[in-house]
């Protein structure tokens, strides 16, 4: 069966630091990954998918970035956070052909102070 | 206009009763239709998947109006444990590729 790991799953960073999320997925081949914010209280905010390995589409301008160094390894990436930057960040895979739901990982909440 | 749209709630029920959420979609191009159930602080979960013939699973239906664009999930003999945010998804193809479109959630409360 498939499953995607994320972490961590709480984390709080200074502003000004660099940041590094991972999620991997086992299980199947060639996925579509995202990542995705949530503000709290809020809907979700796709930030960039991926269809295959360097392959990234970025849905909102940002001083976030993302990497697809692997088939089934996603990473969301800053040089320097902010404050606004705080949030619940959710990395999910899909079934690449056809129209299909995502699962997503338990999620990273980010606090930067 | 937003794409996918839901009452945002919240949705105050006593246990036992039945609850009905709608969401409607703006493209009727959507191919795809699901419902996802979000406990607080947790990642989104799969609940069902809505087809055009209607389904159900336990006390959970789902149905799919493509001609009036929206999509139902009613809820009967509502438990504490049914409090959740329930999100409403549709899926699209555009830049080739397929894109999950997401409602921003309807917040229910069971009370006992």
């Known amino acids: 069966s498939q499953t995607i790991h994320q972490w961590p799953a709480t984390l709080v960073q200074p502003v000004g630091s660099p940041l590094s999320l991972e999620c991997t997925v086992e299980?199947?081949?060639?996925?579509?990954l995202y990542w995705y914010r949530q503000a709290a209280g809020r809907g979700l905010q796709l930030l960039f998918y991926?269809?295959?390995?360097?392959?990234i589409s970025s849905e909102v301008p940002q001083n976030l970035s993302a990497s697809r160094p692997q088939d089934r390894q996603f990473i969301l990436s800053s040089k320097k956070l902010l404050l606004s930057d705080s949030g619940f960040y959710l990395c999910?895979?899909?079934?690449?052909?056809?129209?299909?739901?995502?699962?997503f990982g338990q999620g990273t909440r980010l606090t930067v102070v | 206009r937003k794409e996918v749209e839901q009452d945002p709630g919240p949705f105050n029920v006593p246990e036992g009763a039945t609850v009905a959420f709608n969401c409607t979609y703006s493209?009727?191009?959507?191919?795809?239709f699901f419902w996802y159930r979000q406990d607080c602080r947790k990642e989104p979960k799969l609940l069902m998947s809505?087809?055009?013939?209607?389904n159900e699973d336990g006390r959970f239906t789902a149905q799919l109006n493509r001609a009036s664009q929206y999509i139902s999930l009613l809820i009967r003999d509502s438990k504490l444990s049914d409090s959740a945010t329930y999100l409403c998804?549709?899926?699209?193809?555009?830049?080739?590729?397929?894109?999950?479109?997401w409602g921003a959630g309807t917040k229910l409360i069971i009370k006992p």
């Open positions: 999910a895979w899909s079934v690449q052909s056809g129209s299909h739901a995502a699962f």
């Open positions: 299980g199947t081949s060639n996925p579509n």
């Open positions: 991926s269809v295959g390995i360097g392959q």
């Open positions: 493209n009727s191009a959507s191919q795809s």
């Open positions: 809505v087809y055009s013939s209607g």
């Open positions: 998804v549709v899926t699209l193809f555009m830049d080739s590729n397929y894109q999950l479109i």
